[in-house]
């Protein structure tokens, strides 16, 4: 049975996202993918549209240049029909059978709004950058948003990504944020420890940065060497951040109030 829509935000040419599609193709309960182009070029588009016409359940769907990855997933998501959905970055994997083992867990367990996965993060040569066990990964864990299936009324009742231009930098955070979010306010949320989504990770990334940028001093503890007045609590990374909980916190209050209406 097709169930969840994933969406696939591609805003540069990414050489891998034919191996994101195809992962996805692997999984069952597939009802649609949608990918999400902006500032392409003809070439990439060409070679895009030649996957649409070999797989049917393929979309492709294009934006105004120079939009966000909020805006391109919140645009996806707009014309997805599945009961639940996915974000999955274009040089990315879904693994093994991550839909065919939590599509079953979200239909048992109806007061879940969604379930996360473990992540496995591999370097260009197939190496991992970071395991479980080190303090890092479990940050990493709140910072990614695709390895997250959630229920897309659930979704549309948050009211999706944030679009903050704040989020567009060079340290990004608007899936940190949408992450916080469904943690603080669609809550249960389940945890699946396996690896059931793989990073694909670049020399240069955030997170190279991010490891670059910390150290491990004990046991469930890591500390940053450094950071950047925009990281801080009261820069504008954090204010964005709050901003965007404090947005979702007032639409989930209208939701529910409209429900009882």
Known sequence: MSRVSIVIPCLRQDDLVEIAVRSCLRQSHLHEIIIVV???????????????????????TSMDAHVGMGSARNFGAEQATGDYICFLNSHDE????????????????????????????LDIYGEPVILPGDPRYTALLSTFSGNLILRRTAFVRMGGFSEDPRFSGELAGEEAAFSSAVEQYLAPVGFLPEAFYRHNDRPGSRLQNFLKSTKVVGNNVFEFRSIVPEQAADGILGQAIDNYLKLVKVRLLVSEGEGQG
């Open 94 to 121: 879904l693994l093994s059978d991550f839909l065919a083992t939590t599509v079953p867990l979200l239909d048992l367990h109806p007061e879940f709004s969604s379930i996360k996965v473990g992540i496995q993060v």
């Open 38 to 60: 902006s500032d392409v070029s003809q070439g990439f588009l060409t070679e895009l549209s030649g996957l649409v016409s070999e797989f049917p359940l393929l979309r492709l």
